[in-house]
């Protein structure tokens, strides 16, 4: 009974785990599982994980932002993002917000919501339409290594 016995307590512990922490659909499927079943269930985890990790460098690699290329892709955002105290009426008025200094992870965040029509605002909605993965890495290290400006000055 060793193994066995050891195997069936094991299972009923995780079972009351799972009861409490899973949905009932994933709950048919666990009272199944056996210790073996459940390790090569994490081991099949970890290896997905590495796997997304590893495809995902390249990626994150290729699209390293180049200040120099940025300022010269800026010219369109300039003329609401760098007048001090801007206020568009379009589609309603709110104060434009400034640029510089901005973390270059939040302004490719904020674009990619834009291209997508996550984030909801026909200009920028048009402009982030245009613009590549490459564009967007570029001018977020652009504005994020110019210095922070209020929006009143």
Do not use: W
């Amino acid at each position: 009974m060793g193994d066995a016995g050891h195997r069936s307590n094991a299972s009923a512990f995780f079972g009351i785990i799972a009861r409490r922490a899973c949905p009932r659909a994933a709950l048919e499927r666990a009272s199944d599982y056996t210790m073996a079943d459940m390790k090569t269930s994490k081991i099949s985890g970890l290896i997905c994980a590495a796997l997304a990790m590893t495809s995902a460098l390249p990626a994150a690699a290729q699209n390293q932002g180049n200040a120099d290329a940025g300022r010269h892709k800026s010219s369109m955002c300039a003329g609401c993002h760098n007048i001090p105290g801007y206020k568009t009426a379009f589609p309603s008025v709110y104060s434009v917000p400034k640029l510089d200094g901005q973390h270059a992870p939040y302004i490719v965040s904020a674009l990619r919501a834009y291209k997508s029509g996550e984030r909801q605002h026909p200009s920028m909605r048009a402009i982030a339409a245009s613009l590549s993965d490459q564009d967007m890495a570029d001018l977020a290290a652009f504005y994020s290594n110019e210095p922070a400006k209020s929006a009143s000055r």
